[in-house]
């Protein structure tokens, strides 16, 4: 069993910095790419940013320049940092990381999911 748990978030200022955090725990050979989705009321999950095993990152546009993801990857552990936060970034935030689990399934990875985090904006 693989279990994703996020922490952080709640309530955020317009303009001000909110830090969320995943870690990933359980039976786990090794951790793939990990990331963050969210999903506001009403529209589909969209992805906000990942990040490679090497490091390498991707950011949805509308969140380039404000928002910054990292990890630890002797915790298993992913994190993102959210400054400037706009009205429009309030969402349920969903960690996701893919995983080679114990034992191995015959596609070699698996994709897990947080139960996610309310992040809210007040302007």
């Known amino acids: 069993q693989v279990q994703l748990v996020e922490s952080g978030g709640g309530l955020g200022q317009a303009g001000g910095s909110l830090r969320l955090s995943c870690a990933a725990s359980g039976s786990i050979l090794s951790v793939n790419t990990m990331g963050w989705y969210r999903q506001a009321p009403g529209k589909q999950r969209e992805l906000v940013a990942d990040i490679s095993t090497v490091g390498t990152t991707n950011y949805a546009d509308s969140v380039k320049g404000r928002f910054t993801i990292s990890r630890d990857s002797t915790k298993n552990t992913v994190y993102l940092h959210m400054d400037h936060l706009k009205p429009e970034d309030a969402a349920v935030y969903y960690c996701?990381?893919?995983?080679?689990?114990?034992?191995?399934?015959?596609?070699?990875?698996?994709?897990?999911w947080g139960r996610g985090t309310q992040v809210l904006v007040s302007s």
């Open positions: 996701y990381a893919r995983v080679r689990p114990l034992p191995v399934p015959v596609q070699g990875w698996d994709d897990y």
